[in-house]
């Protein structure tokens, strides 16, 4: 009956008709629960602060006597200013409040009142936040503040969420076993609602954010870890076995050695494909870490096996780059590597369907042509994605549905921080190459602002003269009223003007897929020297031969951006230059640009990064795929969700989890949520 409660229309709240109902809906509360989960997003502390410990600035609570009338001063009809004095103990002082005229009735002579508001150190007085007749009943308060919208105003919502625990509170659901609360010291979860509503202490507060925070992260990870088990389970029909000692024969002949992290991700790929289970995992790497080899490896294991592998990439440039790597690398093999992009047609596509159709394509590397309806596939055992997070989740779907037996292996080179790793790919497992090939040079990263542009055109014309190619990056195509930022389409018109002995190149958005692949082939076969751009050549080519990337406006960018950019330099034996121009003025703009000075390591950055922007802007608004948590902050709660991961991994693979009535309100939740049917978690 418990559960049900909760799920009662708002309208069962005493003092909530079937308007102020209406009103919570528009806020997305549809029921008990909603409104008791609606948590506060923060907390005005009232605590009384003796004035002679008062900082400038500080955001203090004061008790004092009105010592006249207010004064209001009108500068327009809706602008105006009231002062009054106060007497707070032994200090005089003035307070303050813009445009709040009203707050004349609340200041009468000789009466006590309580205010809330910023104090100015220097000119001895208060500028008026929030105000309440007569002293404070307690010597310190903790009021939540809630997010509202229309006619619910922030009071009617305490009044609201007051109402509904003093009628619900004991409905509320306890899903942790109670050796959980005694091993983490945690408070109940009827306590953690009702003092995450209304504290009694900071203290107390603190312990009811701990709970609920845990619980979040707990039962999410138990969903996860609980629909990996069960689709693992699902898949269980044992593997055929592959030939091992070619791949060993191939990893001979390639003309280096193999680093460690890439000799360990190697073996758990390996170990995938041979095990009873088939693959879902995220290989990660830092630009330049050598994912392409180990997925090549992977490859070739399947196609030396007599079964097909696939490689799907978000450009044809990409796909084409990838092609001409891979048969080198299988040269020595007879391993038939076929192409298939929007631009193979006519008879030779046919010819590639046919060549796929009946087996005689070992390996076929595409971009989203692969999932056309025409794909039919031999035996399609292995299934990788480069650059997983450009592809829709349907995309994904699409070409594993090709080999509905296929293991699969998506690649990034987009450094995801572990506590991202474990939530956003929490079903996946997570293979991480974190170390570089040696030898190679470190690139050089400069940050200048825009009054050295001529020393910058200098520096290009000097490694320009040496025979290495440039990059040089905008984040806009076009002029902008709006932005007073570089745009390309102006920067390549100003180069060519200045390196008029060169050939430069533009590149955006805005240029058809032939015209893009025409523009990188020039640049990548050294026809054009210097190449404008915008973003669309973050995942680009392989240029060996360009040395230098010169991105203005770098303020502009993420530090993600701005790592993957970098990194379109340095892949060849001469010393690499990244000059960020830009005028960064914010704190935030700032400590980007110093942290690319400092790092080349895409995992220290993405660390950085997630706790300057936070988990929901990592990814980008539109495909982060991250849960929306009440209350977890991934970027502080890390240490709680990996021991809420680690507890959720025990708990499922305990026979008394599933048998045991302590559990038995954990079961009803994961059966709840679906995953125990393999429902997918997004």
Request: with cysteine; proline share 3%.
């Amino acid at each position: 009956m418990t559960r049900q409660v909760m799920k009662s229309q708002t309208s069962v709240i005493q003092g909530v008709g079937e308007s102020l109902s209406e009103e919570l809906h528009q806020m997305k509360l549809n029921t008990v629960e909603d409104v008791l989960h609606y948590f506060p997003y923060r907390y005005n502390h009232y605590e009384l602060k003796d004035l002679s410990e008062a900082v400038h600035d500080e955001m203090i609570t004061i008790e004092g006597k009105v010592q006249n009338e207010p004064l209001i001063r009108f500068f327009s009809r809706k602008k105006s200013r009231l002062t009054a004095k106060l007497l707070v103990g032994r200090y005089l002082i003035t307070i303050v409040a813009f445009n709040r005229p009203f707050l004349k009735n609340q200041l009468k002579l000789g009466e006590q009142v309580t205010i809330t508001g910023k104090w100015d150190q220097h000119r001895g007085s208060l500028t008026i936040l929030e105000l309440h007749k007569g002293p404070m009943p307690d010597s310190s308060r903790i009021e939540p503040v809630y997010a509202v919208k229309g006619r619910v105003t922030v009071k009617k919502m305490r009044r609201i969420i007051r109402n509904s625990l003093a009628q619900f509170s004991k409905d509320i659901v306890d899903d942790l076993p109670p050796f959980f609360l005694t091993r983490y010291r945690l408070m109940t979860r009827q306590d953690a609602v009702q003092e995450i509503h209304f504290p009694t202490s900071r203290e107390r507060l603190k312990q009811a954010r701990r709970r609920l925070v845990y619980d979040e992260l707990f039962l999410f990870q138990l969903k996860l870890q609980a629909y990996k088990m069960t689709n693992r389970v699902a898949a269980n029909g044992g593997q055929a076995s592959l030939s091992i000692d070619h791949v060993k024969d191939f990893i001979n002949t390639l003309p280096f050695e193999l680093t460690e992290a890439q000799k360990k991700v190697t073996k758990e790929i390996l170990d995938d494909l041979h095990g009873p289970y088939h693959m879902n995992r995220l290989l990660q790497g830092d630009v330049g870490s050598g994912k392409t080899v180990v997925a090549a490896i992977a490859l070739f294991a399947v196609a030396s096996s007599g079964y097909q592998g696939a490689l799907m990439v978000p450009t044809e440039i990409l796909a084409e780059q990838h092609t001409e790597s891979l048969k080198a690398m299988f040269k020595p093999f007879s391993i038939q590597i076929d192409l298939l992009t929007s631009s193979v047609k006519g008879k030779r596509r046919q010819e590639i369907l046919e060549k796929i159709r009946t087996g005689q394509t070992g390996i076929v590397i595409g971009t989203h042509a692969l999932i056309q309806e025409k794909v039919e596939f031999n035996h399609l055992r292995l299934v990788v994605t480069d650059e997983q997070h450009r592809f829709g989740v349907e995309q994904r779907r699409l070409l594993k549905e090709k080999g509905k037996e296929a293991d699969v292996l998506f690649m990034t080179a987009t450094p995801i921080p572990r506590t991202l790793a474990i939530s956003v790919f929490g079903d996946m497992d997570v293979s991480t190459i974190d170390q570089l090939p040696s030898g190679r040079k470190k690139i050089k990263t400069y940050w200048v602002k825009t009054d050295m542009l001529p020393r910058i055109l200098a520096f290009i014309q000097k490694e320009l003269s040496t025979g290495r190619q440039a990059y040089i990056i905008t984040p806009l195509i076009e002029e902008s009223e709006q932005l007073d930022v570089q745009n390309a389409i102006d920067v390549h018109a100003q180069l060519q003007q200045y390196f008029h002995s060169y050939t430069v190149g533009l590149m955006h958005g805005k240029l058809t897929a032939q015209e893009k692949e025409n523009v990188m082939t020039a640049f990548k076969e050294n026809q054009s020297q210097i190449l404008v751009s915008t973003t669309v050549v973050e995942v680009g080519v392989n240029v060996p031969n360009a040395s230098l990337m010169v991105i203005y406006d770098a303020e502009r960018f993420g530090l993600s951006q701005l790592h993957q950019l970098r990194g379109r330099v340095g892949r060849g034996a001469y010393q690499s230059y990244c000059i960020l121009i830009s005028e960064a003025k914010s704190q935030e703009s700032q400590e980007r640009m110093r942290m690319m000075c400092e790092t080349t390591d895409g995992f220290e950055l993405a660390e950085f990064d997630l706790k300057l922007r936070g988990p929901g802007d990592f990814f980008g608004k539109k495909q982060s795929g991250l849960p929306e948590f009440r209350l977890a902050d991934l970027a502080h709660d890390y240490r709680t969700l990996a021991v809420a991961r680690q507890d959720a991994a025990d708990l499922l693979r305990k026979k008394e989890f599933w048998k045991e009535d302590i559990f038995l309100s954990l079961r009803r939740y994961l059966k709840d949520s679906g995953v125990l049917e393999g429902e997918r978690l997004d």
